[in-house]
């Protein structure tokens, strides 16, 4: 590269020298040749003059052809005279005779320059390219009074002869200057070579600043000018690489706020591009960086109103905050501060748009309302039964013993239903909250499963309702004994108590072994106990499920029928809790059911647990 320098400069300094010899070649070849023209101007204008003196003009009136033939033979003479070709031109611009052509064959000349100059002015010139030469030719024209009217007599000659000597006066010129390049060149490259050195090793480590390596420095060995560079450049080098590790730090810091940040940040600049895009905010708006940074806020395919917030926020620069329901990639709630950054306090740079998704905390504060509404409602109606039974009985029902027994049974009735409730509020808190440590231990199902169809097979008599259990031997799973058998409990006793008397309720407990394993009965020994999850299935011939109400059955205090659900003492927290405890154990849960013909609950469990 250096070396490249090195011949451009050599090339800059012959380069002028010869753009000055070539300069003055110029100027010296057009002053000579415009001396040379207009010494050939004036000598034919003297020839024109002595020529009309001494020449006699044939009478207007005679026959045209011999006029023709008379001029051609005057112009053929003054031509093998003087040299330069002739023309006798009459006033109306027709040729009269011509040392070259025939005139009757030339065409009017009357538009010609020359002539119209000539007819003007009483003398005209131009220079052109011959049609019949092919050749620069100089035209002088001259008029000639012949009576009362003005003819005019035009004499051309070639311009080879000019043409001729300023080539050969560009050929010494050539000459000199190859000359002067051959010296230039020698000496220009001794004073670029003198120059370029020193600066060699100063471009190398600049190179090497550019390609980010800002450990290079410039070993200064003299203290003149290009030294002084050579140091510039070092202390340039660290302080470039001083403040680029702090620029590393601060974006890395900055990359890493961003990216863990819940909030989604949208920075626009003050001519309305989005500069910057959070990972957050890539989520949210459903669109990448690469799609919207560089691009104008309104290009980007958001819904009208966000639109016009930021356009509200550019025109007052002030803050704005607004919650707003977006509709892509899906349906959610947003928190909108639109935000005007400031440089200096008073110069506005833009906006800064946090977005925060609050469809999870309304929707929990929701949840809230409804759940302080709903224990609301069912600590009331126990309560209000038992305080309504109580003033009964104080107001003289009590000395009726069937009716005391009768009114003290149902507000026991009542009371053990507040319990239930209280209970099952504070089991739901408690594992809501994760506040219920789960002891894991390996667990035997079919023998697991047996013992707790066992203990509810009195409520199943009392409905004459048949209790089957499907299960394959030596299916293990780790979990808590325990609150595995509150959730097939729960199940079942639900089972039993919405299915009719003489129903049916199955249990089945089976492996569930990986896709690739599609024929389970053709697995060997080794093979079949190669599952990772098992699945537990509880299903009834009961009254069965409204399609509607399916999404919601595992709410608190949701229920299909609530006269039959009281009737039947349940407090509707039941499904929430085993849904809870099934997500402790990691599982999944997932109902089936269609209404007069049963349900069918399915839970998956993983066989290990971290």
Same mark, same amino acid.
């Given at each position: 590269?250096?070396?490249?320098?090195?011949?451009?400069?050599?090339?800059?300094?012959?380069?002028?020298?010869?753009?000055?010899?070539?300069?003055?070649?110029?100027?010296?070849?057009?002053?000579?040749?415009?001396?040379?023209?207009?010494?050939?101007?004036?000598?034919?204008? $003297?020839?024109?003059?002595?020529?009309?003196?001494?020449?006699?003009?044939?009478?207007?009136?005679?026959?045209?052809?011999?006029?023709?033939?008379?001029?051609?033979?005057?112009?053929?003479?003054?031509?093998?005279?003087?040299?330069?070709?002739?023309?006798?031109?009459? @006033?109306?611009?027709?040729?009269?005779?011509?040392?070259?052509?025939?005139?009757?064959?030339?065409?009017?000349?009357?538009? &010609?320059?020359?002539?119209?100059?000539?007819?003007? !002015?009483?003398?005209? $010139?131009?220079?052109?390219?011959?049609?019949?030469?092919?050749?620069?030719? =100089?035209?002088?024209?001259?008029?000639?009074?012949?009576?009362?009217?003005?003819?005019?007599?035009?004499?051309?000659?070639?311009?080879?002869? %000019?043409?001729?000597?300023? &080539?050969?006066?560009?050929?010494?010129?050539?000459?000199?200057?190859?000359?002067?390049?051959?010296?230039?060149?020698?000496?220009?490259?001794?004073?670029?070579?003198?120059?370029?050195?020193?600066?060699?090793?100063?471009?190398?480590?600049?190179? $090497?600043?550019?390609?980010?390596?800002?450990?290079?420095?410039?070993? %200064?060995?003299?203290?003149?000018?290009?030294?002084?560079?050579?140091?510039? /450049?070092?202390?340039?080098?660290?302080?470039?690489?001083?403040?680029?590790?702090?620029?590393? &730090?601060?974006?890395?810091?900055?990359?890493?706020?961003?990216?863990?940040?819940?909030?989604? /940040?949208?920075?626009?600049?003050?001519?309305?591009?989005?500069?910057?895009?959070?990972?957050?905010?890539?989520?949210?708006?459903?669109?990448?960086?690469?799609?919207?940074?560089?691009?104008?806020?309104?290009?980007?395919?958001?819904?009208? !109103?966000?639109?016009?917030?930021?356009? !509200?926020?550019?025109?007052?620069?002030?803050?704005?905050?607004?919650?707003?329901?977006?509709?892509?990639?899906?349906?959610?709630?947003?928190?909108?501060?639109?935000? @005007?950054?400031?440089?200096?306090?008073?110069?506005?740079?833009?906006?800064?748009?946090?977005?925060?998704?609050?469809?999870?905390?309304? &929707?929990?504060?929701?949840?809230?309302?409804?759940?302080?509404?709903?224990?609301?409602?069912?600590?009331?109606? @126990?309560?209000?039964?038992?305080?309504?039974?109580?003033?009964?009985? +104080?107001?003289?029902?009590?000395?009726?013993?069937?009716?005391?027994?009768?009114?003290?049974?149902?507000?026991?009735?009542?009371?053990?239903?507040?319990?239930?409730?209280?209970?099952?509020?504070?089991?739901?808190?408690?594992?809501?909250?994760?506040?219920?440590?789960?002891?894991?231990?390996?667990?035997?199902?079919?023998?697991?499963?047996?013992?707790?169809?066992?203990?509810?097979?009195?409520?199943?008599?009392?409905?004459?309702?048949? +209790?089957?259990?499907?299960?394959?031997?030596?299916?293990?799973?780790?979990?808590?004994?325990?609150?595995?058998?509150?959730?097939?409990?729960?199940?079942?006793?639900?089972?039993?108590?919405?299915?009719?008397?003489?129903?049916?309720?199955?249990?089945?407990?089976?492996?569930?072994?990986?896709?690739?394993?599609?024929?389970?009965?053709? =697995?060997?020994?080794?093979?079949?106990?190669?599952?990772?999850?098992?699945?537990?299935?509880?299903?009834?011939?009961?009254?069965?499920?409204?399609?509607?109400?399916?999404?919601?059955?595992?709410?608190?205090?949701?229920?299909?029928?609530?006269?039959?659900?009281?009737?039947?003492?349940?407090?509707?927290?039941? =499904?929430?809790?085993?849904?809870?405890?099934?997500?402790?154990?990691?599982?999944?849960?997932?109902?089936?059911?269609? %209404?007069?013909?049963?349900?069918?609950? %399915?839970?998956?469990?993983?066989?290990?647990?971290?």
């Amino acid at each position: 590269m250096m070396n490249n320098f090195r011949t451009r400069l050599t090339l800059i300094m012959i380069g002028i020298i010869g753009l000055s010899v070539l300069a003055s070649g110029l100027i010296m070849a057009n002053m000579f040749k415009s001396k040379h023209i207009q010494g050939l101007e004036s000598s034919m204008v $003297r020839e024109i003059s002595i020529i009309a003196s001494g020449m006699k003009w044939a009478p207007p009136g005679e026959n045209m052809s011999e006029q023709f033939d008379y001029y051609t033979r005057l112009a053929d003479d003054l031509n093998r005279d003087t040299g330069a070709r002739t023309t006798f031109i009459r @006033p109306d611009g027709l040729v009269l005779g011509d040392s070259y052509h025939d005139p009757r064959t030339m065409d009017n000349h009357l538009q &010609r320059k020359e002539v119209q100059q000539a007819l003007s !002015e009483g003398t005209g $010139r131009t220079i052109r390219l011959s049609d019949t030469m092919n050749t620069n030719m =100089l035209y002088v024209a001259k008029t000639v009074q012949v009576g009362q009217d003005n003819y005019v007599i035009r004499l051309a000659m070639s311009l080879a002869s %000019v043409d001729q000597s300023i &080539r050969d006066l560009w050929t010494a010129l050539i000459v000199w200057l190859l000359v002067l390049f051959l010296v230039g060149a020698l000496v220009s490259f001794r004073v670029a070579q003198g120059m370029t050195r020193p600066l060699e090793q100063i471009t190398a480590v600049a190179k $090497r600043i550019q390609r980010m390596d800002y450990r290079a420095r410039v070993t %200064v060995v003299k203290n003149d000018e290009i030294g002084e560079l050579g140091s510039a /450049i070092n202390a340039m080098a660290d302080s470039l690489q001083e403040q680029m590790e702090r620029i590393r &730090r601060n974006e890395s810091q900055l990359e890493s706020v961003l990216d863990n940040m819940i909030n989604g /940040i949208v920075m626009i600049d003050r001519t309305g591009r989005i500069v910057l895009i959070s990972r957050r905010a890539e989520e949210i708006l459903g669109f990448s960086s690469k799609e919207l940074v560089g691009r104008h806020y309104t290009d980007a395919r958001q819904q009208h !109103e966000l639109t016009q917030l930021i356009r !509200e926020a550019f025109e007052k620069q002030s803050y704005i905050h607004d919650e707003m329901t977006f509709y892509y990639p899906e349906e959610r709630l947003l928190e909108l501060n639109i935000v @005007p950054v400031m440089q200096d306090q008073d110069e506005f740079t833009g906006v800064l748009l946090v977005l925060q998704d609050v469809s999870a905390i309304r &929707r929990l504060e929701r949840m809230r309302s409804e759940f302080v509404a709903n224990v609301s409602h069912e600590l009331k109606t @126990p309560v209000a039964a038992v305080k309504g039974f109580a003033e009964t009985l +104080l107001s003289g029902a009590v000395k009726d013993e069937e009716t005391s027994r009768s009114f003290l049974q149902i507000i026991y009735d009542e009371s053990e239903r507040l319990n239930r409730l209280i209970g099952d509020i504070l089991e739901l808190s408690k594992i809501e909250s994760r506040r219920v440590p789960l002891l894991f231990s390996p667990v035997e199902m079919g023998t697991f499963a047996a013992k707790t169809l066992q203990l509810l097979e009195a409520e199943a008599a009392r409905k004459a309702i048949e +209790l089957k259990l499907v299960a394959d031997g030596d299916i293990y799973v780790e979990a808590d004994e325990d609150r595995l058998r509150q959730i097939i409990m729960n199940l079942l006793a639900n089972g039993i108590s919405y299915t009719p008397d003489g129903g049916k309720v199955t249990l089945i407990v089976e492996p569930v072994w990986p896709a690739s394993y599609s024929h389970t009965a053709q =697995l060997d020994d080794e093979a079949r106990d190669d599952y990772d999850r098992i699945r537990i299935i509880i299903k009834d011939t009961g009254i069965g499920i409204p399609k509607k109400d399916l999404p919601r059955i595992f709410e608190r205090f949701y229920r299909v029928d609530k006269a039959r659900s009281r009737s039947s003492g349940g407090t509707g927290l039941g =499904l929430s809790i085993v849904k809870h405890l099934v997500e402790l154990h990691n599982g999944t849960i997932a109902v089936d059911s269609e %209404v007069g013909v049963g349900t069918t609950f %399915v839970i998956e469990l993983p066989v290990i647990h971290p």
